[in-house]
């Protein structure tokens, strides 16, 4: 991500301290995680400390300080997901990426993490890869849904 | 469109649209609610477009893509109106049938009906479904009519006429007086009465005032708000107007959750409708009354649905909450007076304003007014978001509206107000719904998730389960919260391990009454309710797991063995060769026999077993019987002895 991208998307929410968070969401959004040096462009052009923008980079969910795979993998643990089998397409989806939540495999291929609810309660247990929601799971279909991405 | 000056403009322009409105004409109104569409709603709402054009009817039939209808299980869900014949779980295959037979020949395709599964009956039309049936959709019900990308839709329904009413029929302190004759109680879980909240705001000293849309919905299981918002953001943005007028502000904020990216994207698309008409903005409908409003996204962070650390989180700041007093209606964001509700509350304005304080406070119970929008999710047959009246017997929703546990299985309990809520057993599913009757029971109403549970369900492990949910959502800040919440977990998942040991349940209780009484916000005071109700009405199955190392439900996974029923084993394979371990010895007309040295207890074996069979079982609290001898593995089939 180069800086003249940074600035574009701070000049669109204004470089006040209250815009860091819309800010920081939208770098994540087109990069998929936060580098260090928009992170830098940010807090220098916001008036921010390094401290607090490293501190909601690390307090919110939403935020990635490491690059992240080209997929990413979210599995929903909510309670209705949860009393459905969630832990075992966990499981499942473990097995078949090699990951534990949290981490991105070497190839940069999948990224995977839990959520606690997606509001898709009614389909659980609930997957969401990039975006598309995969509900009604099993173990096995977990897995084999996994296959289409490359 | 032009905008709007007046509130004789308004009516003109409502009334133009009603004109241009056909009721008889036809139209095939699809599910986009999220739920819907990860169904594939989308490629059917194509299907339909294509069809359509093909046949040279695109001018003739309506397609109209609504909000969530509720019945989210049987997805994607098709109405054909003005009939409302209701066709379920509807594939872009049947598209081209649907037009044919359906739309234009006026007969019901039998297989897309909604069948009830006791009595195998069907059902044509959407409200005579018993899900809909003994639900009263006073809020949620508009859903199903409108585009929520078309504001003509929310006017042709009626839209913006509350607010016209408020702004120039009323003064504020007569909107507030209105809201709290009608005791309407924050849908969000404190369920402290709106109106009284809205007068701390206007009489606060300080200006400017602000007003919040709480749609941070971080409570697992519980999905109304998104609905709302997704389905009907006019409804919510006309709540906020009023408000806005009764309290005095003239800015407000939709805090909305990143997870629920649709709602993100209809709200912004009503706010530059509404804001092209001129009901947003200054001036609106030229009442002198100016307002306008603003999207800001969560981050992920559960705590931030708590209303002081939401108002940090609105300032660019990391969302700790802070002690109240002050409350926020004293000092909110930017320090000035800020009155924040909850999606659903919003929602629920226009209507009190529309038909008057004493019509909602006639529904429901003596100190629980209106209408209440649930989630129904869990071990229930008819999943979905059902909106009922205060008072109705818990027992109704489950079996009326929700058509019991599927399955044959056992209702075991019900889990209300999301993570800090409480489970209420089978011998009060009498209780009436209200905040405080729940409350009594030891769980809460919160934000409406009803999460329900059968005999497979370990009460154990759904105390441990909420206990860590709240333990990686608790922002740290305060001891008891951040330690006490840890220390309950490892005691927790020792149990469920079936490493529990005598004194641990008293452990456990001391420390949730230090969490209860010494946390800063909501969330610790109320991280043990999950730990507590379900000791108190489930203290048996504890004791089980801690004495016996047993676990009643079969579902903690150290405390269960899979084993195979030799007499029951046909020897069909399935299981042998789905064993993600290899764990399972046998072969064609030879007895499985489970390793237990290898078998991890996966549960796959349990789950591919054919049920005439019903070989593979799940163990606890007993030994293992040993495999039987090798020379007695041989299966010796019925048909293959007679040949």
Redesign the interface.
Same mark, same amino acid.
């Given at each position: 991500m180069d800086i003249a991208e940074v600035d574009r998307v701070i000049d669109q929410h204004g470089a006040? =301290? #209250?815009? $860091?968070?819309?800010i $920081? $969401?939208e770098i994540q959004r087109r990069h998929h995680w936060l580098p260090g040096a928009a992170l830098d462009r940010v807090a220098g052009r916001l008036g921010?400390p390094m401290t607090?923008v490293r501190?909601?980079a690390t307090?919110?969910?939403?935020?990635s300080l490491v690059p992240k795979g080209r997929h990413e993998v979210h599995v929903c643990?909510?309670?209705?997901?949860?009393?459905?089998g969630a832990e075992?397409v966990l499981?499942a989806v473990r097995?078949a990426t090699g990951l534990l939540p949290g981490e991105t495999d070497a190839e940069l291929r999948f990224s995977l993490e839990t959520?606690?609810?997606?509001?898709?309660?009614?389909?659980?247990p609930?997957m969401v890869v990039d975006?598309k929601?995969?509900?009604k799971l #099993? =173990?096995?279909a977990a897995a084999d849904a996994l296959k289409s991405y490359e | 469109m032009p905008r709007l000056n007046s509130r004789e403009e308004l009516d003109r322009l409502r009334r133009e649209i009603l004109a241009r409105r056909d009721p008889g004409q036809r139209c095939i109104a699809t599910c986009a609610g999220t739920g819907c569409l990860a169904s594939g709603a989308a490629d059917v709402v194509e299907a339909f477009r294509r069809e359509l054009a093909a046949r040279g009817l695109t001018d003739k039939i309506a397609l109209r893509g609504t909000g969530c209808h509720g019945f989210c299980e049987k997805g994607p869900i098709v109405v054909l109106d003005p009939e409302e014949i209701c066709c379920l779980q509807v594939t872009p295959a049947d598209v081209p049938e649907l037009v044919e037979r359906t739309v234009l020949g006026g007969e019901v395709i039998d297989r897309l009906l909604y069948v009830d599964p006791q009595t195998g009956g069907k059902t044509i039309r959407e409200p005579d479904i018993p899900f809909y049936k003994h639900q009263q959709r006073l809020v949620f019900g508009a859903n199903r009519k409108l585009d929520p990308r078309r504001i003509e839709d929310y006017l042709a329904l009626g839209g913006y006429r509350a607010l016209v009413k408020a702004l120039f029929e009323r003064t504020p302190e007569q909107v507030i007086a209105e809201v709290k004759a009608s005791k309407l109680r924050g849908r969000g879980g404190a369920g402290f009465p709106t109106g009284v909240k809205w007068e701390f705001a206007r009489r606060a000293a300080g200006e400017p005032k602000y007003v919040v849309v709480n749609c941070d919905e971080g409570d697992p299981g519980a999905y109304m708000d998104r609905s709302l918002m997704e389905g009907n953001p006019h409804a919510v943005l006309e709540g906020l107007l009023i408000g806005a007028y009764a309290i005095g502000a003239h800015e407000g904020y939709f805090y909305v959750r990143q997870e629920y990216p649709l709602a993100v994207e209809n709200l912004g698309i009503a706010l530059r409708q509404a804001e092209e008409l001129g009901l947003l903005g200054k001036n609106i409908l030229g009442s002198g009354f100016d307002f306008t409003a603003r999207v800001h996204r969560g981050a992920g962070a559960f705590v931030c649905g708590e209303e002081t650390a939401l108002l940090l989180s609105l300032e660019g700041r990391p969302g700790e909450p802070r002690p109240r007093p002050p409350y926020p209606a004293i000092q909110g964001l930017w320090g000035k007076p800020t009155n924040i509700n909850n999606v659903e509350t919003w929602a629920n304005i226009p209507l009190i304003l529309n038909d008057g304080a004493a019509k909602f406070a006639a529904i429901g119970t003596a100190e629980s007014k209106g209408t209440k929008i649930f989630s129904l999710v869990g071990k229930i047959c008819n999943t979905g978001l059902v909106e009922v009246p205060m008072g109705i017997p818990l027992r109704d929703v489950v079996y009326k509206i929700g058509g019991g546990i599927p399955g044959g299985k056992k209702f075991k309990a019900m889990q209300t107000g999301g993570p800090s809520g409480g489970c209420i057993p089978e011998a009060l599913l009498d209780l009436p719904v209200g905040f405080d009757e729940l409350t009594r029971a030891g769980s809460m109403m919160g934000s409406g998730g009803m999460i329900v549970m059968d005999e497979d369900t370990c009460m154990v492990d759904v105390a441990r389960y909420f206990v860590e949910f709240l333990t990686e959502e608790s922002c740290g800040k305060c001891v008891p919260c951040r330690e006490g919440l840890r220390q309950m977990h490892r005691i927790l998942t020792r149990i469920t391990r079936g490493e529990g040991r005598e004194g641990d349940l008293e452990a456990l209780e001391q420390i949730a009454e230090t969490a209860v009484e010494a946390s800063l916000c909501a969330l610790g005071k109320t991280a043990a309710n999950p730990f507590l109700s379900t000791l108190r009405y489930f203290r048996d199955e504890y004791e089980a797991h801690i004495r016996e190392k047993r676990c009643p439900a079969l579902s903690c996974k150290a405390l269960i063995r899979t084993w195979i029923d030799p007499e029951k084993c046909r020897a069909c394979m399935l299981c042998l060769k789905k064993c993600p371990t290899g764990a399972i010895d046998g072969g064609k007309q030879r007895i499985h026999v489970i390793d237990q040295a290898r078998c991890t207890n996966c549960g796959t074996c349990f789950e591919v077993c054919p049920t005439k069979f019903g070989a593979v079982r799940k163990l606890s609290g007993v030994p293992v019987p040993p495999p039987i001898p090798e020379e007695r593995r041989t299966v010796a089939r019925a048909r293959k002895q007679d040949e």
């Open positions: 006040e =301290p #209250s815009a $860091l968070i819309q $920081l $969401l921010v607090r501190h909601i307090f919110y969910k939403a935020f643990l909510g309670t209705a997901c949860h009393v459905r075992r499981d097995d959520v606690n609810c997606l509001g898709c309660c009614a389909l659980g609930v975006g929601t995969h509900g #099993s =173990p096995a | -």
